[in-house]
């Protein structure tokens, strides 16, 4: 029906830079918002960096001035480019997207598979 596929993950020093992507496909209406979120070992998971269908952004405060969420709403993706990587930014990413089915007034809420990051020297 709906899906989510990231990509983008893998192994970066401290100090680098990695770009997640995330395209969501199927029986689509409208996606209202698409989030990035993360969960490191024996952690919750927490949210990362949002941004809706009018281009509104959030972030976490860990993560301010440092990641910057995008999207092309044509495509139905969102991009997450991460700089000045930590260790502690090592964790699995997940993108969630908030959206309309064609044919249906519901507001569903879809996840991906998740694409692991990993930040070490």
């Known amino acids: 029906q709906v899906q989510l596929v990231e990509s983008g993950g893998g192994l970066v020093q401290p100090g680098g830079s990695l770009r997640l992507s995330c395209a969501a496909s199927g029986n689509i209406f409208s996606v209202y918002a698409m989030d990035w979120y993360r969960q490191a070992p024996g952690k919750q998971r927490e949210l990362v960096a949002g941004i809706t269908s009018g281009d509104n952004t959030n972030y976490a405060d860990s993560v301010k001035g440092r990641f910057i969420v995008s999207r092309d709403n044509a495509k139905n993706t969102v991009y997450l480019q991460m700089n000045s990587l930590k260790p502690e930014d090592t964790a699995t990413y997940y993108c969630?997207?908030?959206?309309?089915?064609?044919?249906?007034?519901?507001?569903?809420?879809?996840w991906g598979q998740g694409t692991q990051v990993t930040v070490s020297s």
């Open positions: 969630n997207a908030r959206l309309v089915l064609i044919g249906d007034q519901t507001l569903y809420d879809y």
